[in-house]
């Protein structure tokens, strides 16, 4: 089965600081259909912040989406986000199985 080399789907990451506002969020992305799903992971994470080192406990929010709505997925974060600046990060898909990319055109409003 031949799979897409475009970029025309994304994965966006954003880290929150607790699974409820994760969900919170991760509700808003599917019902507003600007993204197909999304998994959260928990996680440790190390960053400075204010002139110094800090080390807390986050969850990691892996969105799929198509490019095309990044400037719409990007605004909604934002805009729900409880973090002063937030971490919001767009990679590429390269490939992928086609009927999985399919799905993802097919439930998001791409």
Same mark, same amino acid.
């Given at each position: 089965? /031949?799979?897409?080399?475009?970029?025309?789907?994304?994965?966006?990451?954003?880290?929150?600081?607790?699974? /409820?506002?994760?969900?919170?969020?991760?509700?808003?992305?599917?019902?507003?259909?600007?993204?197909?799903?999304?998994?959260?992971?928990?996680?440790?994470?190390?960053?400075?912040?204010?002139? !110094?080192?800090?080390?807390?406990?986050?969850?990691?929010?892996?969105? !799929?989406?198509?490019?095309?709505?990044?400037?719409?997925?990007? /605004? /909604?974060?934002?805009?729900?986000?409880?973090?002063?600046?937030?971490?919001?990060?767009?990679?590429?898909?390269?490939?992928?199985?086609?009927?999985?990319?399919?799905?993802? !055109?097919?439930?998001?409003?791409?």
């Amino acid at each position: 089965m /031949k799979t897409r080399t475009m970029f025309e789907f994304l994965i966006v990451l954003t880290t929150l600081p607790e699974e /409820k506002v994760a969900e919170e969020l991760v509700r808003h992305l599917l019902e507003e259909k600007l993204a197909a799903c999304c998994s959260v992971l928990k996680a440790r994470s190390f960053y400075w912040w204010e002139n !110094k080192i800090n080390d807390d406990q986050e969850v990691v929010v892996m969105i !799929k989406t198509s490019a095309s709505l990044y400037p719409e997925l990007e /605004k /909604k974060i934002k805009q729900l986000h409880p973090y002063q600046l937030p971490e919001i990060i767009a990679l590429p898909v390269v490939s992928g199985y086609q009927p999985y990319l399919d799905w993802i !055109k097919e439930v998001t409003r791409a």
